[in-house]
């Protein structure tokens, strides 16, 4: 049962603005963004300010109410959805929108946790500047969201993750006390540093309420290019020629199979393939000028594009001839997912292995699988500079999905994730753990790891009210009990 008097005394605190328990209001932040998990919970809570989410945090400490922090809930793996219990909060941090004007000299922006994206972005360039992370969900993502989960992207290539991006960050603890690490030192040697723990924590040991980020000087020009190979391992050896002589100009590196794109140009509209001419797989490359001293992105990539046709390792290409084309290109990146979704069933596993072990996991495992499971067909795409492959297995036609789900579907996802820890790799690239991984995670990782995660949790959160059931499972003596 929810507990009447905590709830009580956060509707006094917060009132009608901050606090609602209406069904209706809840509903639509009780499901994961891909619609596999759904919860349940008391109340939908949102603070106004670093000093109510402190106060929030404290009522439900002294009354053991759980807390699932929550941003745009675009999270691919559960991990701001609450169980269904009906007795865990949600704490929306969506009100929490400020940001400060960039810091000419160390070009620093500090936001609250509810700043979403894409309105980050349209600030940075308001002052020459950009934030070098960008992914599909822009409009909905918040950079709450984006610390708790260390996410990618397809920039990560040239500027990494969000941790790197991150000079400070702010957060409430489990015991309601406010941890303040928002001064951007460079150098800060007292010891561990708690600021690494709650960038990819995903609010199981504190809620992230601020950042300071690096943004870096905006884009002079760029070129954007579509190229056609007939293999992962043409590609790969595309990535290679491309960083030998142009590393620190190309900032974006994507493979994609020619059925994803179909199935982008089939069910997003506005969308058509680049190239005229067919091909088994595509690259989506980017490169950058930044620098008035640099030379023009179109020359040199007409300079290596030429050289790379010739040695055979592309097939075709084109350059974007305008900003609408080039951000056509990166719109059948972004929008697989959604194709995929709108397709049918499938599962997808966000999964990482060496950068170059990428291709021949694609090339050996998914032939594997759909021997293996038949009907079933794989579909993997991604971030090939950095290793991160999202690996989508799309169900059989004409099955019953739930049946799919509850049998062969848990199969071929234990067998995705044998095989990643085969290739030395990581179950979760980019996107987390969250609920939808934790019981693979809890299987697959190694007792030293786990054993430092359960510490880490339970000297932060004694009580397990901050996100519990994501990120760190339970020791098997709790499950039993």
């Keep these: 049962m929810p507990n009447i008097n905590a709830l009580s005394e956060l509707k006094e605190y917060l009132g009608p603005k901050g606090f609602s328990d209406d069904p209706d209001i809840l509903a639509p932040w009780l499901t994961d963004w891909r619609g596999r998990f759904t919860g349940r919970a008391a109340a939908l809570v949102s603070p106004a300010n670093r000093e109510e989410v402190a106060h929030v945090v404290s009522i439900c400490a002294q009354n053991g109410v759980a807390i699932v922090p929550q ?40 936001c609250e946790a509810g700043v979403i994206l894409q309105n980050l972005h349209e600030a940075a360039a308001k002052q020459g500047r950009r934030f070098p992370l960008t992914l599909g969900g822009k409009g909905s993502a918040t950079i709450g969201g984006l610390v708790s989960t260390n996410a990618g992207g397809t920039q990560v290539l040239r500027h990494g993750t ?58 002079l020009d760029r070129c954007v290019i579509w190229a056609g190979v007939d293999s992962p391992d043409q590609a790969y050896r595309m990535l290679v020629f491309m960083q030998a002589r142009a590393r620190e100009r190309l900032e974006g590196f994507e493979i994609l199979p020619s059925h994803a794109l179909d199935s982008v140009i089939r069910h997003i509209s506005g969308t058509r393939a680049p190239l005229e001419t067919t091909h088994h797989w595509h690259i989506l490359m980017e490169l950058v000028q930044d620098h008035p001293t640099q030379s023009s992105p179109a020359e040199l990539a007409a300079e290596l594009l030429e050289s790379a046709i010739g040695v055979g390792l592309i097939e075709n290409a084109t350059l974007a001839s305008s900003e609408a084309q080039a951000d056509a290109f990166w719109k059948i990146r ?26 021949k996991f694609i090339e050996s495992e998914s032939p594997a699988i759909e021997k293996r499971w038949p009907g079933t067909r794989t579909v993997a795409f991604g971030h090939l500079g950095d290793g991160n492959i999202h690996f989508h297995v799309k169900a059989p036609h004409g099955i019953e999905v739930d049946l799919w789900y509850a049998g062969d579907a848990k199969a071929i996802t234990a067998y995705v994730y044998d095989r990643v820890v085969a290739y030395k790799g990581s179950l979760s690239a980019e996107h987390g753990i969250g609920q939808a991984k934790i019981a693979e995670f809890g299987r697959l990782t190694d007792a030293v790891r786990m054993a430092s995660l359960r510490a880490i949790k339970t000297a932060f959160d004694p009580l397990g009210i901050m996100n519990p059931g994501k990120l760190v499972p339970l020791a098997k003596a709790a499950i039993s009990d």
């Design 71 to 110: 941003g745009g809930n675009s999270g691919m793996v559960a991990g701001a959805t609450p169980d269904t219990s009906g007795e865990q909060i949600i704490l929306s941090l969506r009100r929490m929108n400020k940001m400060e004007g960039i810091d000419p000299d160390s070009g620093l922006i500090s």
């Design 162 to 219: 969000m941790r790197n991006l991150i000079a400070g960050v702010e957060a409430v603890l489990p015991d309601g006390s406010i941890y303040d690490a928002m001064t951007p030192l460079k150098k800060d040697n007292r010891g561990y540093d708690l600021k690494h723990l709650l960038i990819g924590g995903e609010g199981t040991i504190g809620i992230v309420t601020a950042a300071v980020l690096q943004t870096v000087p905006a884009l």
């Design 334 to 359: 972004d929008s697989i997912a959604e194709a995929e979704r709108a397709a049918g069933p499938a599962l997808q596993h966000d999964i990482s292995v060496p950068v170059d072990a990428m291709a």
